[in-house]
Structures are given as C-alpha cells and as structure tokens.
C-alpha cells in the first residue's frame, strides 16, 4: 500500500515572498503519479500541479513548482510571489500507474499574510 | 479545466430519512467517480469508486447498504445515505477521473455539506 506523509501540518507566509511545502510517500510501483490540489476556505478541491513519475523534468505552473526526488520519494510544492488568494489547505497525493484512485496526505494548511 | 458538479450543496435533513447527492461531470464523460468523506480539518478519506454500468467498488468499513451509489450514465453518479443518522453529518465531495490519451486527472466537485438531525 502507498502512503503519504505531510509533516508540515501548518505554514504561514508573506505575501510575494516563496514558501516550500514538504510531501514524501511510499511506493513499491515503478509507474505512478503526483498531484498537488489546494482546497482555499470554499472547500473546493482545485488541482495545482501534476507531476509524471517517468518524467525528470520537475513541473511548473505559472508561480507554482514541484521538486521531485524520485530516489528520495519526495515531491514538494513551491510558491513563488505568494499571494493572499493562496491561503488554502494543499493537499499531496499519490497514484499508482495501475489503480485508478488517489491516496492523499494529511494536508498542510498555508496561510498567507500582509 | 474540467468542471464537476455536485448538488445540492447544502442538506439538513431528519434522522431516519434517506438523502440522495448527485455528481456531474459537465463537460467531459467520465467511466469512474468517486465519492468522499471529509470531517473538519481532515484529509479526504475515500468511500468508495463508482463505476458507469457496475457496481461500485466500496473501501474497507464502508457500509454499502448504506451509501448506495449508482452510476447510470457517464456523466452522472449519485450518493444516497439511506437511514441517515446523525453520525452520518459531514462533507461529502465528489470527484470524476477524466482521460485524455495516457493522461489522467481527477476533477472535484464543491462538495455537499450534509447535517442529520
């Protein structure tokens, strides 16, 4: 079974500054997937960033990034320029290649201040 | 991206009484749902995979008697809570897995805040 951790269960940041948000799973597959979604106070589950495990390239998304460590299992989120619109639970989660479902972390919840 | 919808988004409702959500992928098909239950400041614990024409596909300790899903179309998957109690108060939130060639993306609904008196 796959698992993720978050450990960083809150975070605070200023606004147009950069903050890293830590996520490490465990798998024994070779093919999987990586996600970070946000869920701002509406509660609406909104995807951030994918990342292919076969891919080297870390992925971007305008001010958002991923650090993937494939050898390390780690995959952290980086938001550069934060802004107040960022204030949100984010969510690390995991897909096997062969299932079809997610497993989530714990969720770190940032807040971004003045 | 894709957009999934969920209805209603808000019930109260009497012990004892069923209640029925619905989820819609709006502007793609979608073979597989899937259904979740948030409790406050939690992570997202899945309930169960709904499949378009089959039977759903229950997690461990999911009562399925009592969350019945049924999926009759490929853009629409419901939830009904059968004999709610109000042990059953909680978020519910729906997300529908949408493939483009080998890329596979799951899109969330805005989730249904259910309270069981």
């Known amino acids: 079974a796959q698992t993720v951790t978050q450990s960083q269960p809150e975070m605070s940041v200023q606004e147009a500054e950069t903050v890293t948000l830590s996520c490490t799973y465990d798998?024994?597959?070779?093919?999987?997937?990586l996600f970070w979604y946000k869920q701002p106070p509406s509660r609406q589950m909104i995807l951030v960033i994918r990342?292919?495990?076969?891919?080297?390239q870390n992925a971007t998304e305008n001010r958002f990034s991923v650090n993937f460590q494939k050898a390390a299992k780690s995959f952290s989120l980086k938001i550069s320029d934060s802004q107040l619109g960022d204030t949100a639970m984010y969510f690390c989660?995991?897909?096997?290649?062969?299932?079809?479902?997610?497993?989530f972390g714990t969720g770190t919840r940032l807040q971004v201040t003045l | 991206g894709a957009v999934v919808s969920q209805h209603p988004s808000r019930v109260i409702c009497k012990s004892g009484t069923s209640v029925k959500i619905e989820c819609r992928s709006l502007?793609?098909?979608?073979?597989?749902m899937f259904w979740y239950r948030q409790f406050p400041k939690q992570s997202l614990m899945l309930m169960a995979t709904?499949?378009?024409?089959?039977?759903?596909?229950?997690e461990q300790g999911v009562e399925k008697d009592k969350f019945l899903i049924n999926h009759a179309s490929l853009t629409l998957s419901t939830l009904t809570v059968t004999s709610a109690h109000p042990e059953d108060s909680s978020f519910y939130i729906c997300?529908?897995?949408?493939?483009?060639?080998?890329?596979?993306?799951?899109?969330f609904g805005p989730g249904t805040r259910l309270l069981v008196l």
């Open positions: 502007d793609f098909q979608a073979t597989t």
């Open positions: 798998t024994s597959e070779s093919n999987y997937y």
């Open positions: 990342q292919e495990a076969y891919k080297q």
């Open positions: 709904s499949n378009e024409g089959s039977k759903a596909t229950y």
């Open positions: 997300s529908a897995r949408e493939v483009v060639a080998v890329t596979e993306t799951q899109y």
């Open positions: 989660a995991f897909k096997a290649g062969t299932a079809s479902k997610l497993t």
